[in-house]
């Protein structure tokens, strides 16, 4: 039909116009060729399919094959309604036989539903009493459930029943401590059934519990009693399962203080033996040596013993906190405070022996005060391990402290007796005896051996105001004693020069600012002596000290000063002459004591002030000369030099 229509449409395209266009467009023929000839294949989709289906058998366009197209055509779809028709009977024949099949199957089923109701019929009675015992066989097997997981919530098991109720020397494991914290937690949650119906089962459970759980108590203190007494070893080593032991112990105090006096007691042995072999046997193979080897050096010797006893007592309490990390009960602090104290009080009968030998033996006061400062420091270090201040050892730790610094202060009390007993008298230099050199040499030896202790500041600073009382106090009476017989320039120099040692001695240590303090207003009274003592000296060299005097005492009643005897111009001149020589050389009047002091800054003091004395001296000496009322002719010669130009020269 394509190639007809292409014939067409070509055969069209040869014939010549014709002018009769109207007659044309009314041809039938005419507008169908116009209408194949204006169709645009392109959006034909049937018509596309068609060509597509064509070309499978129209392979050669000819004339014959043509005109024969449509006879092709029809036997073509002939053909295929043939093999259609073929292929639908066989398929025909198969929903036949299906249906068939169907059909038996449909008697089949029949004749089974008819026999089933009839078996249903017969076994009717059966199937109820079936299902009746199905139900039965359900609320039984519920409350076996039930049953079981009551038994299990409340009751233990076999094995649990053996690990608890084993033999009296049997090992505690992890186990154990399962099965008893099983038990716990039955006892408790069999409070419940007594609050419901169940009240006589729980009352037999909570029963049987409560007798299990002292049975389990008992072996458990047993079992920790004996292993607690088996550390009696220097080294102890805690096992996790005793740690676990006293945090399950803990709920029975009782037996829990009872399993830590045990250990306690152990360990007891255990220190007091360590102590007495460092003493006398030294480390393992000699090293370190025995501590009795040390015992002719005092300090070393008791500082072995108690750092010894400091690392013991270390030891212990990281032993207590192992054994007790575990339990959370209060108060345990205050237990392991106790068991040290029980542990360390073994060891204070041979300590406290020892450390009297040495004490009572007066070693000396720098050794008895360094010892007193070893006690201290040792008893504050332990007791910060020990946490109380009532442990037998820190007790013990005191009384020796007490008994080392009242050694100390008698011995220096016995010193300062001895020194009033023969006093010295002061040397020809008027420089410190040698019973104040000594004195203070003690003194610096026991202040150095204060500075370097390590007790705490506030214990140091409450001992040092005794130490400097005992040795000061005596010091100063015994130069006031030693010095009462001298002359004031002569006392004031010696005062001075001893005083002046004993402020450098002290200033070189901490916690003397009020004792120098009190040094120093004592240095500035004899220092206001000897400048007084310098400028008498200086007036009466100058010639000054009789006309001074005469200023001062004169009054207006009297007269004129130049009435006076010895006060005449001729005996002015002369001792103002003689005062122009002190100005040329002021250094060379200098009084002989002030060779002596052993401050040069005190000597240069003294010098200065002393200088102004005299020239305050002579200011009012020149104020009276040239005074009209006192009647002195020609005043300018008289005293030729003011007062400033006196204190120029002066200075």
Same mark, same amino acid.
């Given at each position: 039909m394509a190639d007809t229509k292409v014939e067409i449409s070509h055969d069209n395209s040869t014939v010549i116009p014709n002018p009769n266009a109207p007659s044309q467009a009314n041809n039938p023929l005419s507008r169908k060729l116009n209408k194949i000839l204006e169709t645009r294949l392109d959006n034909d989709k049937e018509m596309l399919e068609? =060509?597509?289906?064509?070309?499978? /058998?129209?392979?050669?366009?000819?004339?014959?094959?043509?005109?024969?197209?449509?006879?092709?055509?029809e036997r073509r779809s002939l053909g295929i309604n043939e093999e259609f028709a073929r292929i639908f009977k066989e398929v025909k024949e198969e929903l036949e036989s299906v249906h068939e099949d169907v059909q038996a199957m449909s008697t089949c089923c029949d004749e089974m539903t008819s026999r089933l109701k009839a078996a249903k019929e017969q076994t009717q009675d059966l199937i109820v009493k079936t299902n009746k015992l199905q139900g039965e066989n359900h609320r039984l097997e519920v409350r076996a459930q039930v049953a079981q997981a009551f038994l299990d919530k409340f009751q233990l098991s076999t094995e649990e029943m053996a690990i608890l109720r084993g033999a009296r020397d049997a090992s505690i494991t992890e $186990? /154990? /401590?399962?099965? @008893?914290?099983?038990?716990?937690?039955?006892? !408790? $949650?069999?409070?419940?059934? =007594?609050?419901?119906n169940q009240q006589t089962a729980g009352l037999e459970i909570m029963e049987q519990m409560a007798v299990l759980q002292e049975t389990s108590y008992e072996q458990l203190y047993r079992w920790a009693q004996n292993e607690c007494r088996g550390l009696t070893q220097e080294s102890c080593d805690i096992s996790p399962v005793l740690t676990q032991a006293m945090e399950a112990l803990q709920d029975r105090p009782v037996l829990y203080k009872y399993t830590l006096d045990e250990f306690g007691t152990a360990r007891r042995c255990a220190v007091v033996r360590g102590f007495i072999d460092a003493l006398t046997r030294g480390g393992p193979g000699g090293t370190p040596r025995p501590i009795e080897m040390h015992s002719h050096d005092? =300090?070393?010797?008791?500082? $072995?013993?108690?750092?010894? @006893?400091?690392?013991? %007592?270390?030891?212990?309490? !990281?032993?207590? #906190?192992? +054994? +007790?990390?575990?339990? %959370?009960?209060?108060?345990?602090?205050e237990n392991m405070q106790d068991v040290v104290g029980h542990i360390t009080e073994g060891v204070c009968r041979p300590l406290k022996v020892r450390i009297e030998q040495v004490i009572v033996a007066e070693p000396g006061a720098?050794? +008895?005060?360094? @010892?007193?400062?070893?006690?201290?420091?040792?008893?504050? %270090?332990?007791?910060?391990?020990?946490?109380?201040s009532v442990a037998s050892l820190l007790i013990a730790m005191e009384e020796m402290h007490v008994l080392s610094k009242k050694m100390f202060f008698n011995s220096l009390s016995l010193h300062a007796s001895r020194l009033m007993d023969k006093v010295e008298l002061p040397p020809a230099d008027l420089g410190p005896t040698a019973s104040l050199t000594q004195t203070l040499s003690l003194l610096r030896e026991v202040l150095a051996s204060h500075d370097s202790s390590v007790v705490p500041l506030d214990a140091r600073q409450a001992d040092f105001a005794q130490v400097l009382s005992c040795i000061l106090d005596p010091l100063l009476q015994l130069c006031t004693v030693s010095a009462s017989n001298l002359g004031t320039a002569d006392m004031a120099t010696y005062m001075v020069n001893s005083l002046y040692v004993m402020k450098t001695t002290l200033a070189l240590f901490e916690f003397t600012d009020k004792r120098l303090e009190m040094l120093e207003f004592q240095i500035e009274a004899h220092l206001d002596t000897l400048i007084n003592e310098q400028a008498s000296y200086v007036l009466t060299r100058a010639g000054l000290s009789y006309i001074y005097s005469c200023v001062q005492q004169h009054s207006t009643e009297q007269g004129p000063l130049s009435l006076l005897p010895s006060m005449d111009s001729s005996s002015v001149k002369a001792a103002m002459v003689q005062f122009d020589r002190y100005l040329s050389s002021p250094d060379t /009047?200098?009084?002989?004591?002030?060779?002596? @002091? +052993?401050?040069?800054?005190?000597?240069?003091?003294?010098?200065?002030?002393?200088?102004e004395l005299v020239c305050r001296a002579y200011s #009012?000496?020149?104020?009276?000369? %040239?005074?009209?009322?006192?009647?002195y002719k020609d005043p300018e010669n008289l005293v030729p030099r003011s007062p400033q130009q006196v204190q120029t020269l002066l200075s």
């Open positions: 068609a =060509l597509k289906a064509l070309s499978v /058998f129209f392979t050669e366009n000819s004339l014959r094959t043509r005109r024969n197209l449509r006879g092709d055509i $186990d /154990f /401590f399962k099965a @008893l914290s099983r038990v716990k937690h039955i006892h !408790e $949650d069999v409070k419940i059934l =007594l609050r419901t005092p =300090l070393r010797y008791v500082g $072995d013993m108690l750092a010894w @006893l400091h690392q013991a %007592t270390a030891s212990e309490k !990281e032993h207590l #906190e192992a +054994l +007790l990390k575990q339990v %959370t009960l209060q108060g345990v602090e720098v050794l +008895l005060y360094k @010892l007193s400062n070893l006690l201290k420091f040792y008893h504050h %270090t332990i007791s910060s391990i020990i946490g109380t /009047f200098v009084m002989p004591q002030l060779n002596f @002091l +052993l401050s040069a800054a005190i000597k240069e003091q003294i010098f200065g002030q002393s200088t #009012e000496v020149y104020t009276a000369l %040239t005074s009209p009322a006192n009647s």
